[in-house]
């Protein structure tokens, strides 16, 4: 069995959306260029340093989304481990005066 998740937001909205999501979480307008040659001078078109963010404001969203519900399983799953593991440890200890 697999989940879909859709998510529709109004025309109106969605830029505001996607502007929020992107400030908030902090997606860069530019990265560093793979391709970029340390060894040759930096030039805006022939070497540039940084290039624009080949990741799409809608592909970025997505991305935050999948990660927070990661995430979110991810913790949910390790405190029910913890509380499993908790429940089988014997608190008694016994120690005698010697």
């Known amino acids: 069995m697999s989940l879909t998740i859709t998510i529709e ?17 902090k997606r860069q307008t530019e990265v560093p260029n793979p391709g970029f040659d340390p060894g040759r001078p930096e030039h805006p078109v022939q070497n540039p340093a940084t290039i624009d963010n080949p990741e799409s404001k809608e592909d970025f969203l997505n991305r935050v989304v999948r990660q927070f519900l990661t995430e979110n399983v991810y913790g949910h799953e390790v405190r029910e481990a913890k509380r499993n ?3 089988t440890v014997n608190p008694g200890v016994g120690i005698s005066k010697g």
């Open 9 to 25: 937001v109004d025309t109106p909205d969605v830029n505001r959306v996607l502007n929020a999501m992107a400030e908030n979480y």
């Open 85 to 87: 593991a908790a429940a």
